[in-house]
C-alpha cells in the first residue's frame, strides 16, 4: 500500500518536471538556433514567443499568449519581426 501511495504522490510531479513555461517573458529563438524541451511549453496569455530557428518538444505546445515567426522567414505568416 505504502508503495502504491509514493507513486500516486510521485506522477504527477513527474509529469509537470519536464516543461518550460513562459509567464510574461518575450522568448526568442533565432535564426539557425534550435530550442529542445523535453516535455511541453506552455505560453501564457501575457507571453510572446518568436520562433525563427527550430522548434522541437516531446511534449504539446499550450499558447494563451502571442505566437510568432520572425520576418527572416518570409514563407510563413508573421506578426513581429525579429
Do not use: E, H
Not at 506522477?11 to 518550460?20: D, I
Amino acid at each position: 500500500m505504502k508503495i502504491q501511495l509514493t507513486l500516486a504522490l510521485l506522477l504527477p510531479a513527474l509529469a509537470s518536471w519536464a516543461q518550460l513555461v513562459n509567464d510574461g517573458a518575450t522568448l526568442t529563438v533565432q535564426s539557425g538556433a534550435t530550442l529542445y524541451v523535453a516535455g511541453a511549453v506552455q505560453n501564457t496569455a501575457t507571453a510572446t514567443f518568436t520562433n525563427a530557428g527550430t522548434v522541437q518538444l516531446t511534449g504539446d505546445l499550450r499558447n494563451a499568449g502571442t505566437l510568432a515567426r520572425c520576418a527572416s522567414r518570409p514563407s510563413r505568416c508573421d506578426s513581429m519581426p525579429c
